[in-house]
């Protein structure tokens, strides 16, 4: 009989969906239906049954095609590599979970690697605004209940988030929003008319490029002075009516995106929003969120802050101390100074979505691609090691955008023999403890956590 799973995790993007409900075989091999997931959600789950998944890792030949070999095979030549290596580079993350993201960190340790995570080419300036200005967030449940006032800048949910508007910002009833979007005025801030801008009450068509004047003028108008008769290509009644919305407003949720953090300004254009809800809650309550973009790609800065104190592009090499400076130790600068010699690609695909000129920098240099499936990043590698896909085929703790954390499900059985990238990066710092004859002792804490008697005895010894 098949059988319904229920309160499943989508692990795709930010929303984190976690209320999917999926139909399976009754062996628990395949999937059959998937109910309440957007479109991409949907298609992320049936693509677990895709037959043609790799099952076994994949080495470039000399003469340019990938062969088949052993996962001792692989394991072995990624430990050696890495250890080889000067100065590796380990990339990714934003789609596994939170157990993945804690075990690469002893291997990245180990071999004296930079690691860094997808928010370097996403919201990465968005962390930079927050160390200098603080982060005035909320949990998206605050937004559903409280908020009135929505604003989306530089962000297109309708189409990067697809559920955000019905879980979270624009049509839920909440508590003190029981009538769901008729109670909402939702603005819109984007060069384009998306399908978001066509839902909003009002849309600012600013110029692009320009958000940190408009949020200028917004901050200027709020505090009662004047602005020119046209700001960023808005005119100043308009500008003027936003504001007195925001102003007037019982809670305002500032969601923003790579508008904000990809156009002129980037960090400072957050800085500036940052800086605008400080201002607004002398009025009102206000509140602002990063539209983050994978399901777990908060994970990481929560994960590697507790480990190194840093979120992303954390330098390792010293050996000593962890070291941090975005524009120095973020990947893409690192692979354009062509600083690294060897390119380790988890959960995303740079191949795919690095500058062509980074990626040309990464190739002369060992690459090794961990993932389910086939993606540029495997097809461009020189090791390609397949792992279970988090939150379909391996459990996990993923965070959602507003760093909530969630217990995501495992809805069918992994492919027989291909790990997850907790046991896959296990495997690689235990082989690399044997090859520099060290003490594996990250797995001997990790067992004794599984297996607290073992401490006991300790203790009592
Ligand atoms: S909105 Fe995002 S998390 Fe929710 S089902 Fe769609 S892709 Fe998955």
């Not at 795709?12 to 209320?19: K, P």
Request: aromatic content about 8%.
């Amino acid at each position: 009989m098949p059988k319904l799973i229920k309160n499943v995790g989508c692990p795709y993007c930010g929303s984190s969906c976690d209320d999917i409900e999926v139909l399976v075989s009754d062996d628990e091999t395949q999937i059959i239906d998937v109910h309440n997931a957007c479109i991409i959600g949907n298609n992320l789950f049936h693509h677990a049954n895709d037959p043609t998944r790799p099952r076994l890792p994949r080495m470039r030949q000399p003469d340019g095609s990938m062969k088949e070999i052993p996962y001792p095979e692989a394991i072995d030549w990624m430990a050696k590599t890495m250890l080889a290596a000067k100065k590796p580079l380990i990339y990714g993350f934003g789609s596994t979970n939170c157990e993945g993201m804690s075990a690469v960190a002893r291997i990245a340790e180990k071999s004296g690697a930079v690691l860094d995570n997808c928010a370097t080419i996403c919201h990465g300036p968005s962390f930079l605004a927050i160390f200098d200005n603080g982060y005035p967030s909320c949990t998206l449940g605050e937004a559903k209940n409280r908020a009135d006032v929505v604003v989306f800048w530089g962000c297109n949910p309708m189409h990067a988030h697809p559920r955000h508007t019905s879980r979270y910002s624009i049509f839920p009833r909440g508590y003190f929003t029981q009538k769901g979007q008729m109670q909402r005025t939702v603005i819109s801030v984007d060069p384009r008319q998306t399908d978001t801008a066509k839902l909003a009450d009002i849309h600012l068509m600013l110029d692009q490029g320009h958000d940190y004047e408009l949020f200028d003028a917004f901050r200027t108008v709020m505090r009662g002075y004047d602005i020119p008769d046209v700001v960023a290509g808005i005119k100043k009644e308009t500008i003027q009516e936003a504001v007195g919305i925001m102003k007037k407003a019982r809670f305002v949720m500032i969601f923003f995106g790579m508008g904000c953090t990809h156009s002129d300004g980037r960090n400072h254009n957050v800085d500036h929003a940052i800086s605008m809800v400080r201002d607004l809650n002398t009025f009102t309550k206000a509140s602002i969120m990063a539209m983050r973009g994978h399901y777990n790609i908060a994970g990481p800065g929560q994960v590697w802050s507790w480990i190194f104190g840093f979120p992303y592009c954390i330098d390792l090499s010293k050996g000593t101390h962890a070291h941090m400076n975005p524009g120095e130790t973020s990947s893409v600068d690192l692979a354009m100074r062509d600083e690294v010699d060897c390119f380790v690609n988890v959960g995303a695909d740079a191949g795919a979505h690095f500058p062509i000129q980074a990626v040309q920098h990464l190739k002369k240099h060992p690459f090794i691609a961990v993932d389910p499936n086939f993606c540029m990043a495997s097809e461009i590698a020189d090791l390609h090691i397949p792992v279970r896909i988090a939150g379909v085929d391996e459990p996990g703790v993923v965070y959602r955008m507003d760093n909530v954390p969630i217990q995501f499900k495992a809805v069918i059985k992994g492919l027989p023999g291909v790990p997850s990238d907790e046991e896959l990066f296990d495997m690689v710092y235990e082989r690399m403890c044997e090859l520099t004859n060290t003490q594996p002792i990250w797995l001997a804490a990790k067992e004794d956590r599984k297996h607290p008697s073992n401490i006991s005895a300790v203790n009592e010894a």
